[in-house]
């Protein structure tokens, strides 16, 4: 049975989403273990972990961009986007770290008692 092209859609927008997760979620823990120095380029990190970079990605610049929690200012009106793990019960409540990617994106690494979440922040 041929699928309708509205369920392709979806489903290849939500194969992408995962594809950006399983990145996400390894390349900040090996980031924060790596300690970079703020504005440091991510994407030899990125070859040197052989982390498998989203087509999404590909040309964009992957940056450190500190530990810095979210601030108010930093969401403004810009939506969010959440991706949400089973978390690590020695992190209450922390922002672990920060990437940039592009100019638009800031993705930060929150952990708690009951989840760890990627907090993605841009103008979509």
Known sequence: MPKNDDDARLIGSLTEVRELEVFLFALLPAAIQSRPKQGADLLPLVKE???????????LDITWDGGARLTDDDLEDAPLVSLVRPGNPDALGLTIGCIRIGRRVKICLE??????KIVIKGTF
Request: proline share 6%; aromatic share 18%; glycine share 12%.
């Open 111 to 116: 952990c708690g008692w009951f989840y760890c």
């Open 49 to 59: 972990r052989n982390l498998s970079l989203p087509a999404s990605l590909d040309g």
